[in-house]
């Protein structure tokens, strides 16, 4: 089956840096690169997401790039800001569906 | 509004007990799924429903049940919990199982403690 690798677990960084989630897969077959967010005690939500067919997506301050070649995709948050602060899971489809979660990334933030 | 319910929020329980989570959706979606987050292991799937009375094992199966009667229902059943199952669960659905690219919604996680 399908293994999601992502890096790093934890990232600090000051406010108004940029912050980088690094993800690899395994299986050549996944064709869906979702990322969710999880704010603290709430449940994951999908923040951005990019199919195999593109290599990069932007949605205001957060971009995603997909390089299938080398089975890596990245998560990319410009200027950040407190509110940024949660934890982040990539995740690929394979199959029918089944989303195969890295183990997550905890982002603070510091003002 | 669009949503996925699952009941109890909060659930403390003794070994051996049966138990079941409830986990209910009103979009209409075919797939509905379960998984365990536990510290430094993400979102592990446990099992998975393409549709009604369609379901199959995920990732950690193992000391637990699903069924699939009806289209919005997907229950998750422990018939004999022990403590290595305490954990947060989530249900999540997605409107298609074979179109591989549609989001998934979580429901608010149900926060399970075996003693």
């Known amino acids: 089956g399908e293994n999601v690798e992502q890096h790093p677990s934890t990232l600090s960084v000051q406010e108004g840096d940029s912050a980088v989630i690094k993800c690899t897969y395994s299986d050549s077959a996944s064709n869906y690169f979702p990322w969710y967010k999880q704010e603290l005690g709430k449940r994951p939500q999908l923040i951005i997401d990019i199919r195999s067919n593109v290599g990069e997506k932007k949605d205001q301050r957060i971009a995603v790039t997909l390089n299938k070649t080398a089975k890596h995709f990245s998560l990319h948050i410009t200027e950040t800001q407190p509110e940024d602060s949660a934890v982040y899971f990539c995740a690929a489809v394979s199959g029918y569906s089944t989303l195969t979660f890295g183990k997550g990334t905890m982002l603070l933030v510091s003002p | 509004e669009a949503q996925v319910t699952q009941n109890p929020r909060y659930l403390i329980t003794v070994t051996g007990k049966k138990l079941t989570v409830t986990c209910s959706q009103n979009m209409n979606h075919e797939y509905m799924s379960w998984y365990r987050q536990d510290p430094g292991l993400g979102l592990r799937q446990i099992y998975y429903?393409?549709?009604?009375?369609?379901?199959d094992k995920g990732d950690v199966p193992e000391g637990y049940k699903v069924s699939r009667k009806e289209k919005r229902n997907f229950p998750l059943i422990l018939e004999s919990p022990s403590p290595n199952q305490t954990s947060l669960y989530f249900c999540a659905s997605m409107l298609s199982g074979v179109v591989s690219n549609t989001e998934a919604f979580f429901g608010q996680g149900t926060r399970l403690t075996v003693v």
């Open positions: 429903s393409m549709n009604v009375e369609v379901t």
